[in-house]
């Protein structure tokens, strides 16, 4: 197999908690994400599931460096970036993009689409001279599915799924490798939230693109996946290919979120039994010892207080081939089916095609 | 009926023009039942709600017709004092962004005092008191530490159900919730949508629940109404709707969820955009999208059809397509 586009070891990102108006005095940290470690592969999606304030938003800004990780490493193509600073930074940032969750609040309306688009040449102007970039801001609007006369218009001026595609836009402006994108179909309908998922993959399929791909929707998350990661509490839970995951989940939490999906298709609702967890959430700023889990897991006993549980192949599974021998981070791991084969939606999503667009 | 919507019309005044947000939306929920809205962002679902609260902002908004009827009362005639009577004390609204719409300089126990301060002219101590019983009353842990706490001293999920909290607290006989759970991830989204379903039974509430997630309709709705520019084109019986639906809108909808369950290739997706609501298309809004399209769908509004799939069957069911029957079948 190839050589990994991306490599993030270890990586933390403690935010001080300070107390005091004049004279701040540090009193903790939020540990917002404390040792995550995963590779990305050429071309490949790696979707972040987990709960809100788990840290997914934070990963994604350390991976596009607009926050400097307290430690740990993050390897471009073999390199660690976070030692990296001036030209030489700036040159593997152009290559490691972002696309924002909110499609009403991340552009700035006072500026025409063609200003927004083209707003990277004016970090990056070598990658295209002053001339040519109304060209290929032109060129990018047509890429995403949006008529190139629309240049001069303003954001209000579109809808949210366009304005999603502007964003798009200018996340490819400066032909990345590597796109993340934090949540960017949250705030759409179905349908258009298809439309921008259908284009996300017909440009990774032109441009080879690598995905990191962050949501709160599973279903979401496995269409557009070739593997998934579940983060609990600022580190991951579990990892592995989407059906590893989705069928063959051995995390509890994992296995509590898939319970917890809402299903559309009243018949598969009926066959699935669902996971209530109980006890609050933690503060990532008072984790619990040992599994971070322990305080809302049905299987806690007295191993997972004192012994943090690695993210590696669980003991019961080492040696063994299959779905289920994956990474989990757990003592006590299991199989377990949650999500009923052959019921998650409604069907004729299936293999109907696209109309346009 | 509990609350009647009949015929409603909104629009806005905006420098380019007049936006017909609005145009005749007609809806009816009874005491305890859960009226799911969905359909397309910028649709009019908020608008309509804001309007039967009487929270619209006019100008720019104006209601240029229609009728909201509450327990057979129109309130779209009464005084704007007799209206904030009625607003907390029998129907609220749960928003969207539970962050934004607590006040981030006051308690969270002042904040559920107040209304009963307001409302039902409790002291201070009294009020208090209730401020924890609700607190409780949403599985807010160790509500009596925590009364005193600010809102951003909760998490994301907590806010939300103390928002819950707020509207519950007069008991009122219909709640609007907007989006209630869009901003959680679905351990804490089943966990407050249990909630507002385990109240609804317990106080006999009407519930209108507005929302894009169609598994969470699934989950608690009795009827769904589908919205689209302005409009309802389809309601039914949950059940209905999923196993067959007779509006072409909502079969492509439905048709866009992906699937938990596997991995797929290409979404569906309806072509084409939503229509400028500066200038919608005559005939049925849906028209320029609509691969059923004939000629009389580009001219004459379709009314709203009743839907019988076999005679007697199916109560209550319309949609607003000519060719309901086509789509119900094919
Ligand atoms: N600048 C900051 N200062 C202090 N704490 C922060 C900061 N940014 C994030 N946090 C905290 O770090 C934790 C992780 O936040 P993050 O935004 O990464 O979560 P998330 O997984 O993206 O959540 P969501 O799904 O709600 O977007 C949270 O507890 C958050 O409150
Ligand atoms: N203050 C306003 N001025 C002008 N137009 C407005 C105003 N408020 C709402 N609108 C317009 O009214 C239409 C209906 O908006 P509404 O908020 O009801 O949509 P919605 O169905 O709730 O959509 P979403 O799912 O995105 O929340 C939109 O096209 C919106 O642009
Ligand atoms: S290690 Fe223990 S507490 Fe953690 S998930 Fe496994 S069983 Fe639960
Ligand atoms: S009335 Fe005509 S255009 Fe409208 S939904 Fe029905 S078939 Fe389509
Ligand atoms: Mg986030
Ligand atoms: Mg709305």
């Known amino acids: 197999m190839a050589e990994p586009i991306l490599e993030v070891r270890d990586l933390v990102k403690h935010y001080p908690l300070t107390r005091g108006i004049l004279f701040k005095k540090q009193i903790g940290a939020v540990r917002a994400v404390d040792g995550v470690s995963f590779a990305l592969d050429p071309g490949e999606t790696l979707g972040i599931v987990g709960e809100s304030g788990c840290g997914k938003s934070t990963v994604a800004k350390l991976v596009v460096n607009l926050e400097r990780p307290t430690s740990g490493v993050i390897r471009y193509k073999g ?42 040449y004016e970090i990056h102007p070598e990658v295209a001279p002053k001339g040519d970039r109304r060209r290929r801001v032109r060129e990018l609007l047509d890429v995403v599915g949006l008529n190139p006369e629309y240049i001069n218009r303003y954001p209000h001026q579109f809808s949210g799924g366009q304005r999603q595609r502007i964003g798009i836009a200018r996340g490819l402006a400066l032909r990345p490798e590597i796109i993340v994108a934090d949540e960017p179909v949250s705030a759409l309908d179905v349908s258009v939230q298809a439309q921008v998922i259908n284009l996300m993959e017909r440009l990774q399929d032109e441009f080879g693109l690598s995905y990191i791909f962050i949501a709160h929707d599973l279903s979401i998350v496995r269409h557009i ?46 066959h699935r039994d669902r996971i209530i967890l109980t006890g609050d959430v933690p503060s990532p700023a008072n984790p619990p010892s040992g599994c971070r889990f322990r305080t809302r897991c049905w299987k806690a006993r007295e191993r997972c207080e004192v012994e943090v549980p690695e993210l590696a192949v669980p003991e019961a599974f080492r040696g063994l081939r299959g779905p289920a021998a994956h990474p989990s981070a757990c003592h006590f791991a299991e199989e377990r089916q949650i999500v009923p084969a052959g019921g998650g939606g409604n069907g004729e999503g299936r293999d109907s095609r696209r109309e346009t667009q | 009926m509990l609350l009647e919507v009949r015929d409603l019309q909104v629009e806005f005044h905006t420098r380019d023009g007049v936006a017909r947000a609005v145009n005749g939306v007609s809806y009816a929920v009874d005491a305890g039942e859960t009226l799911a809205v969905l359909g397309e962002s910028g ?34 005639r009464l005084k704007e004092e007799q209206r904030r009577r009625i607003r907390g004390a029998e129907m609220a609204m749960i928003f969207q962004d539970a962050l934004s719409s607590l006040n981030p ?37 160790a509500a009596r530490e925590r009364v005193d706490d ?98 072409p809108y909502t079969r492509g909808l439905l048709r866009s969820i992906p699937r938990l369950d596997q991995k797929g290739r290409e979404l569906y997706a309806i072509k084409g955009l939503p229509p400028n609501l500066l200038r919608i298309p005559p005939g049925c809004a849906f028209n320029p999208r609509c691969p059923m399209a004939q000629d009389v769908c580009r001219t004459e509004v379709p009314p709203l059809f009743e839907v019988a799939e076999a005679p007697g069957a199916a109560e209550g069911r319309r949609s607003a397509c000519y060719f309901w029957e086509e789509t119900l079948h094919g």
């Open chain 2, 150 to 247: 600010y809102p951003h001293q909760f998490s994301g999920g907590m806010r939300q159900r103390i928002m819950i909290a707020m509207a519950l607290a007069l008991e009122p006989s219909l709640i609007i919730a907007d989006e209630p759970t869009t901003a959680l991830d679905v351990t804490v989204q089943a966990q407050v949508m249990d909630l507002l379903a385990e109240l609804r039974r317990e106080l006999n509430m009407g519930l209108i629940l507005i929302t894009h997630d169609l598994g969470v309709v699934a989950d608690v709705a009795d009827r769904i109404a589908v919205m689209y520019a302005g409009r309802i084109v389809e309601t039914a019986p949950v059940y209905e709707i999923y196993r067959a639906p007779a509006h």
């Open chain 1, 79 to 120: 390199e660690d970036i976070t030692r990296l600073s001036g030209r030489a930074l700036k040159a593997v940032r152009r290559n490691i993009q972002m696309v924002f969750q909110d499609p009403y609040t991340s552009l700035n309306p006072r500026m025409t689409v063609g200003d927004i688009i083209g707003e990277p």
């Open chain 2, 105 to 141: 300089v006051l308690t969270v126990g002042a904040q559920l005092g107040e209304m009963f301060i307001v409302h039902r002219g409790m002291s201070r101590k009294q009020a208090r008191a209730k401020a924890v019983e609700l607190m409780d009353r949403v599985r807010i842990p």
């Open chain 2, 43 to 76: 649709s009019g679902k908020s608008v309509t709600a804001q309007a039967v609260m009487g929270i619209l902002d006019m100008p720019p908004g104006r209601i240029t017709g229609g009728q909201v009827l509450f327990q057979g009362r129109d309130l779209l």
């Open chain 1, 225 to 270: 996946s070739d593997r998934v990661g579940v983060m609990y509490l600022g580190r991951l839970a579990e990892i592995g290919s989407d059906a590893e995951i989705y069928e063959h989940p051995t995390h509890p939490y994992t296995q509590a979120l898939l319970s917890a999906v809402p299903l559309p298709d009243p018949t598969a609702r009926e």
